[in-house]
């Protein structure tokens, strides 16, 4: 009786043990699928993203090329007129970043640029104005007491001369400023579609504008001195804007491709994993059949 009990007992704890496996195999295979179609989907949404930051950064480009212009004619009369900018211990900053992320290090390399700046240059009281959200959060942590002006709902399109006015404005009426503030602009260069560089600009002070011995010969009424010095500091402004939205669509470019082909290769080694957890699971089905017709 007993030797009959064993057997059938024996039988019974190998049909559990299979149907655990099945059902954990199974169980592995839906995650899988799961995840594999989870890991399509965020592929295909990079890929447009792709594509979209693609346009944008041609766009972007096209008006980069306008500011650079202007940027260039600003310089040029400041090198004819012979202009010596101060550089040395600025105590403006103005950082240049958008509202959105999802394209690398582009945010936190301004927000490191200004932080090691301030450090190096020993310029506590150094007055900061931020454009975006992105550096806004970042510098917060450090130098909340510090931040003059923000500005949010950036990025989004070009940045026109319209806007970089309107904030250059703002900017040089901010009345806890020094008397001649060194205001330095930090903005993202743009090098080519792959690479940027954190780059400081050197804006020019009124009193700096107003020492320049080639100006000193031609009699200047009423308030034309002080809008040319606001002219030149919107036409640095929009030209640094422009440069960093191009360089941040160029660096969201490059973060989608890269997504983009992680996503393809995590499909590749899931595909080859479920095809190898389906195929065992199919063995071990044809294992019980055969087993079973055996007994039989």
Known sequence: MLSAVRPAAASASRTVVQQAHQQANMATLKEI????????????I???MKMIAS??????QRGMDVARAN?????????NIGVQATTDNPNVFVAVSSDRGLCGGVHSAITKNIKRTIKASNTGDAALVILGDKCRNQLAREYREAIKLTYSQLGKTVPSFLEASIIAD???AIKDLPANPKINVVYNKFLSVIAYEPTHMHTISYADLKAAPKLATYEMEGDILANLHQFMFATSLHWAMNEGHAAEFAARRSAMDNATKNAGEMVDRLTLLYNRQRQASITNDLVDIITGASAL
Request: hydrophobic residues 40%; charged residues 25%.
């Open 170 to 172: 703002e900017i040089l």
């Open 55 to 60: 346009t944008k950064m041609a766009r972007a």
């Open 71 to 79: 940027g260039a004619a600003t310089s040029a009369l400041v090198k």
């Open 46 to 48: 990079t890929k447009s």
């Open 33 to 44: 699928q799961m995840r594999l179609k989870s890991i399509t989907n965020i592929g295909k």
